[in-house]
């Protein structure tokens, strides 16, 4: 790999040490039984400018915390109540009946929503995505993985369309882990996702050509080498990758070799990666 090149490096000598002041909007991240990547989330949000309070579905449910109280609300990682009801669905059951009011109202409003591996599970059996003409139904499947197995790698993604999420950004590289992200729809529901242009980023290969559903630049099998779609209105985005666990230079698996490359061509090793940006750009939204 050509060092110039090699991505999820920030400009050469950037400092990114410094705290970002905080904007005056808070974002909520969904807890809950199996959600394991809140931390993350949160300390990812805190380095893009943007605060956030960590809430139990429970809590929600039980008035303790109101999400009107919030303009972000994100759905992280994880394996909600043990995927045993398929992925992110007993998650997306216990929203629907006892939140669906409640997340309605936060839609309407000029908010965002992001939902992440599990958290994308769980908004496509919302409906939140694709949410064609303001309607939730299900018209999208993660599916089980083609070769049936979870798969835990880095995968390189690239915009399909460049949108408030995916503003600034030329690639993502970072780990996927999921056992259910084959993507798939109806032909008509892709036709759509393609004419609106919300099919957001998809699985390439590192020099950014297009996986054709090759294993492993495409880990899963999804149609189209999908990887993350938004919302009708743009306002909801679900990625299976997670970019929040590749925050940091030294998160990518072949960082010594990344930094051995870029100090042989005189180049300063940066603080964090690339995929950063996505996270600037949520905050960049609210500003």
Not at 32 to 41: D, L, R
Request: with cysteine.
């Amino acid at each position: 790999m050509n060092a110039a090149h090699s991505p999820l490096t920030t400009s050469p000598g950037k400092d990114n040490s410094s705290q970002p002041d905080l904007i005056a909007e808070k974002a909520l991240i969904m807890s809950g039984f199996g959600i394991n990547s809140e931390m993350e989330t949160q300390e990812v949000l805190l380095r893009a400018g943007m605060a956030s309070d960590i809430v139990h579905i429970n809590d929600l449910i039980d008035g303790r915390t109101k999400l009107g109280q919030y303009r972000l609300l994100v759905f992280p990682g994880g394996f909600s109540y043990g995927d045993d009801t398929g992925a992110g669905n007993a998650f997306a059951n216990r929203v629907r009946n006892n939140l669906w009011k409640d997340v309605e109202d936060f839609i309407d409003g000029d908010n965002l929503v992001l939902g992440i591996c599990n958290g994308f599970q769980i908004i496509a059996n919302l409906g939140l995505v694709p949410a064609f003409d303001h309607h939730f139904s299900r018209d999208i499947a993660l599916m089980p993985n083609r070769k049936g197995v979870l798969e835990c790698r880095f995968v390189t993604l690239k915009p399909a369309a460049e949108n408030l999420w995916t503003k600034g950004i030329e690639r993502i590289y970072c780990p996927a882990a999921h056992g259910e992200g084959n993507f798939s729809c109806s032909p008509d529901t892709l036709r759509r996702l393609k004419e609106q242009e919300m099919i957001a980023l998809t699985y390439c290969r590192e020099d950014l050509s297009p996986a054709n559903g090759e294993y492993p630049y495409n880990p899963n099998g999804s149609v189209e080498d999908i990887a993350g779609i938004t919302s009708a209105d743009g306002k909801v985005l679900g990625l299976m990758p997670h970019p929040e666990r590749a925050m940091d230079f030294v998160n990518l698996y072949d960082w010594p070799l990344r930094k051995e490359q870029l100090k042989r061509n005189g180049m300063a090793t940066p603080d964090e990666s690339l995929n950063m940006q996505m996270f600037r750009n949520i905050v960049d939204y609210f500003r």
